[in-house]
């Protein structure tokens, strides 16, 4: 596609239900990231993909929190028994290279109720 | 301590004004930089890599002292539409960390 499409676009759960973030990369885009980002503050590192390979998860805040890119392209951030806590703006971030800059997408705004 | 620290600022410049600032980041084996614009509620874009020789994109120049282990930004003739939160971003080994942004403010 033309750039990172995120989706839902916008998300209103209850706690304790779990949500699915999508992230369709640029195309041939090696590396995917997912980030989180509260109002005022930069993007937290949450997670990031070379291809299908987890390279690192230390970012993610609990083990409700997973990631997975079974196939190299499309990336899945799953929240499990979702908090109040878990509100935030969710987003992925793609890039050609390992060293080379990433392109985000629009985000996804979660919200626990 | 933090992977990436910034000035949160605000600076507040007038128009025409050069404003500069700096980040620090920790990881000596940080291998490569960037200067990202954010402005309100949208996602981040890339403003300007950075090279160890320093480069400079139109009022923009950046720079980057690996001994010191920071990378600083410069704007000059600073006009309105560059107001907005600028973001430091260091990649190691394939992990891009940012810091909490500068936020710059250009008036009339």
């Known amino acids: 596609g033309a750039g990172v499409s995120q989706s839902p676009r916008y998300k209103v759960t209850k706690r304790g239900q779990d949500v699915a973030l999508r992230c369709d990369p640029i195309?041939?885009?090696?590396?995917l990231y997912w980030y989180r980002q509260a109002l005022g503050q930069g993007p937290e590192f949450l997670t990031y993909?070379?291809?299908?390979?987890?390279?690192?998860k230390s970012g993610l805040p609990n083990d409700r929190f997973s990631a997975e890119r079974p196939e190299g392209s499309i990336s899945t951030l799953t929240i499990q028994r979702t908090e109040q806590r878990d509100s935030a703006m969710y987003r992925c971030?793609?890039?050609?290279?390992?060293?080379?800059?990433?392109?985000f997408g629009q985000g996804t705004r979660l919200t626990v109720v | 301590r933090k992977e990436v620290e910034q000035d949160p600022g605000p600076f507040n410049v007038p128009e025409g004004a050069t404003v500069a600032f700096n980040c620090t980041y920790s990881?000596?084996?940080?291998?490569?930089f960037f200067w990202y614009r954010q402005d309100c509620r949208k996602e981040p874009k890339l403003l300007m890599s950075?090279?160890?020789s320093g480069n400079e994109d139109g009022r923009f120049t950046a720079q980057l002292n690996r001994a010191s282990q920071y990378i600083s930004l410069l704007i000059r003739d600073s006009k309105l539409s560059d107001s907005a939160t600028y973001l430091c971003?260091?990649?190691?080994?394939?992990?891009?960390?940012f810091g909490a942004g500068t936020t710059v403010t250009v008036r009339a």
């Open positions: 971003v260091v990649n190691m080994s394939g992990k891009l960390s």
């Open positions: 971030a793609s890039s050609l290279d390992v060293n080379t800059e990433a392109f």
């Open positions: 950075v090279y160890s």
């Open positions: 993909f070379n291809y299908e390979a987890q390279q690192d």
């Open positions: 195309s041939g885009h090696v590396s």
């Open positions: 990881n000596s084996a940080s291998q490569s």
